[in-house]
């Protein structure tokens, strides 16, 4: 498969996946815990199963790491190119009625995100990219390109993590910027909307894991924006041991 196939892939499945979520939802659940005291509901399993069967069954060369195997012990080793997955983004979010979750399915090649799909279950929509040939949001208006702003004048909007809100660090880095609005939400999600044009920066700076961001800062950087390190400002990488990230940056288009 190429580039745009694989793409269509991850989308359609993020679309089943989103599917398998909702219909979970509606019919109620229960919310358990795994070794590290994370959330975990049905719903992030069946989601993963349609995931990996769809991606091994379509490109069985392509090594799949995800979420919910991992936790179980079930290790992939990676090579030039993997998937990483993350069937239910904002399970905390979901479990607790919210719909500020997400399923993503990324493309890693060389260390770095290549192309990823994003889906928004309750937004009805699938945002994709390609890293250096563009993004789009598909919903029931059909698909539309879409394109990381310029900061305006005002002062730049800022989406932050809902669980890390009242994080005395998060309040100190903002102090160096003119911010014009500050928004708490759950997810991956946050940067879809540094993606389409919505927001301006986003840093992070609790605990995530490469399956959390690999979809989606390939989305961003397919739209213009840029995923750094906090530490020295070098692009965030894949492949890592462990698979834990640090703390780290998202940027919309830079002006100039």
């Not at 904002?90 to 479990?95: C, D, L, Q, Y």
């Not at 929509?125 to 029931?140: D, E, F, P, T």
Request: charged residues 25%.
């Amino acid at each position: 498969m190429n580039d745009n196939q694989l793409l269509e892939l991850a989308a359609s499945l993020a679309e089943a996946a989103g599917r398998e979520i909702l219909a979970v939802r509606a019919g109620g659940f229960t919310v358990d815990r795994k070794a590290d005291e994370t959330p975990v509901t049905i719903a992030d399993t069946r989601a993963e199963r349609v995931i990996v069967e769809g991606l091994r069954r379509a490109v069985p060369e392509i090594p799949v790491v995800a979420e919910e195997e991992v936790a179980a012990g079930r290790q992939t080793d990676p090579g030039r190119r993997f998937w990483l997955v993350d069937p239910l983004d904002g399970t905390r979010e979901f479990a607790e009625g919210r719909d500020e979750f997400a399923v993503c399915i990324g493309l890693v090649v060389d260390g770095r995100p290549h192309l990823g799909a994003v889906g928004a279950p309750a937004q009805g929509a699938v945002y994709g990219g390609i890293v250096g040939q563009g993004a789009w949001r598909q919903n029931g208006a059909g698909r539309h390109p879409i394109a990381a702003r310029i900061p305006p004048a005002e002062g730049i909007t800022v989406y932050a993590s809902r669980h890390y809100a009242d994080d005395p660090q998060l309040a100190a880095y903002l102090a160096r910027y003119k911010v014009a609005k500050l928004t708490n939400i759950g997810s991956a999600l946050k940067f879809c909307r540094l993606a389409e044009g919505a927001a301006d920066f986003y840093p992070r700076l609790g605990r995530t894991m490469e399956w959390d961001t690999a979809a989606p800062q390939a989305v961003l950087e397919a739209a213009g924006g840029r995923v750094v390190t906090m530490a020295d400002e070098t692009p965030l990488r894949y492949g890592k041991k462990g698979f834990e990230n640090p703390h780290f940056l998202c940027f919309g288009r830079a002006a100039g």
